[in-house]
């Protein structure tokens, strides 16, 4: 049993030895590029290292500006609110909290019926790289820009989304709006369209139920 034992060590050990005498030679002869691959190796942790820290901190600073900016809307108005919102936009500009600070300010300005600058608010957010946030932003844009009387540009806004988001969640809402707002610029043959995708989609819903009405609103 010994002497097998053995026999398998000093097999792996003749396997090893050229492999580890092989990688010393290479080092010997190459020594000056082996050098430069650390330290490249050892560069690249560090950048690493100070890009993820930097990244951390960016996100600390920019969170607590979005709660600075939240405490002035509330004690100092909404016009002091919005100057802080568009520093944070500008110095921390896409970042999570920078899209969510904008969103913000274009939701108080919907509330409060100005719905071409809330239009114009959700627009800076059409690139957003925050999935959640470039969606809430589209419908919103569409939807404010249909309560502003632009029906052509609350129709493109939301075509596009449609278009780039054929399973998404919210698009019975989109659709919705979609139909909408075809109906209220008089074009009557897509708003049909719109509404009897509705119908057929999102038959036993809220949308399903008012498109039908809809419908027969509009064929008479």
């Known amino acids: 049993m010994t002497k097998k034992t053995t026999a398998v060590e000093t097999q792996h050990t003749d396997l090893v030895s050229p492999f580890l005498t092989g990688v010393i ?20 942790a560090a950048i690493g290292s100070f890009y ?17 900016a939240q405490v002035a809307i509330l004690t100092e108005g909404e016009e002091a609110g919005f100057k802080q919102i568009d520093a944070l ?14 969103l913000l300010k274009g939701d108080l300005l919907y509330a409060n019926e100005n719905f071409a600058q809330a239009a114009d608010v959700y627009k800076q957010l059409s690139d957003a790289k925050n999935p959640t946030v470039n969606s809430i932003a589209a419908l919103s844009q569409a939807a404010a820009l249909q309560a502003a009387q632009d029906y052509k540009g609350s129709i493109d806004v939301i075509s596009k989304f449609i278009e780039k988001n054929p ?3 919210a698009l019975a809402q989109a659709y919705m709006t979609l139909a909408s707002s075809q109906e209220l610029a008089g ?7 719109a509404y009897k995708h509705l119908l057929e989609a ?18 008479k």
């Open 187 to 193: 074009n009557k043959e897509e708003a049909l369209a």
């Open 167 to 169: 399973k998404h969640f």
């Open 89 to 102: 936009a500008e110095k921390y500009k896409g970042t999570n909290a920078a899209q969510y600070a904008l």
């Open 52 to 68: 993820s820290a930097r990244q951390q901190k960016l996100a600390e600073e920019s969170w607590a500006a979005y709660y600075t």
């Open 202 to 219: 999102y038959t036993k819903t809220y949308f399903g139920v008012y498109a039908k009405d809809k419908i027969t609103e509009l064929q």
């Open 25 to 44: 030679q290479f080092c010997k002869k190459n020594k000056q590029g082996v050098l430069t691959a650390l330290v490249i190796l050892v560069l690249a």
